[in-house]
């Protein structure tokens, strides 16, 4: 299996563009996460979908963030206008149904707003 | 709502000692818990899992952790580091039931010296 697949890897843009990345989940699973890394808070849960319908989105930390999943094999997080506060790594997971199954990472977009 | 603490956010060993990352948890119900390694530029990749079959957890690499309700702990353990084994390591809590999403200590950098 290829693991979660993330696009880009790395994205250098400026201030007021907006931004999107993008994840593609092990085929199969029917959770998918979206997660921001920075020095200052830790890793930190944005919004997670089950079967593509988004759960809890409490994390998503303003109107500039939305995330959608039209389908079990794709999933995009869009920031629009991004800020530099937004420099961040993203990271995207999946899982398969069970609160103990593990989470699978994808290799994470490096983010920086300039 | 579950938490976990990991005490030390940066912690040096001579290549050959014993590695010991803590990790506590708080959580109102049976918790399952996870470590996750992080190594540089790449995604979580999980070390091991807790699920309430044994208190005893072996996991990948020559790493274990031992679930104790008592201490409300889950602390890492590896009895020789390596080289290799310099990364950032992350426990991390869900609960019992409904709950899917993960919440993730602050991590603890793990050097390892000659």
């Known amino acids: 299996d290829a693991g979660v697949i993330q696009s880009p890897r790395h994205e250098v843009t400026e201030m007021g563009q907006e931004v999107t990345l993008r994840c593609k989940p092990i085929s199969g699973h029917d959770y998918l996460f979206w997660y921001r890394q920075t020095m200052m808070r830790g890793l930190e849960l944005l919004i997670y979908f089950n079967n593509n319908v988004p759960i809890d989105d409490s994390g998503m930390p303003e109107d500039r963030f939305s995330a959608k999943m039209p389908n079990a094999s794709f999933s995009t997080l869009k920031i629009q206008p991004s800020e530099p506060r937004d420099s961040a790594v993203y990271f995207c997971a999946s899982k398969v149904a069970g609160s103990q199954e593990t989470q699978y990472f994808g290799p994470g977009t490096r983010l920086l707003v300039l | 709502a579950q938490s976990v603490t990991q005490l030390g956010s940066h912690v040096s060993v001579s290549e050959g000692a014993l590695v010991l990352l803590r990790c506590n948890y708080s959580s109102s119900v049976p918790p399952y818990l996870f470590w996750y390694v992080q190594y540089p530029n790449q995604g979580l990749q999980l070390l091991l899992k807790?699920?309430?079959?044994?208190?005893l957890v072996k996991g990948i690499n020559g790493f274990e952790a031992e679930f104790k309700k008592s201490e409300t702990s889950f602390h890492l353990t590896k009895p020789s580091a390596h080289m290799s084994d310099a990364a950032e390591y992350f426990c991390a809590v869900t609960s019992t039931g409904t709950a899917s999403k993960l919440t993730f200590g602050t991590g603890t950098r793990l050097q390892v010296t000659l």
């Open positions: 807790y699920t309430s079959a044994a208190t």
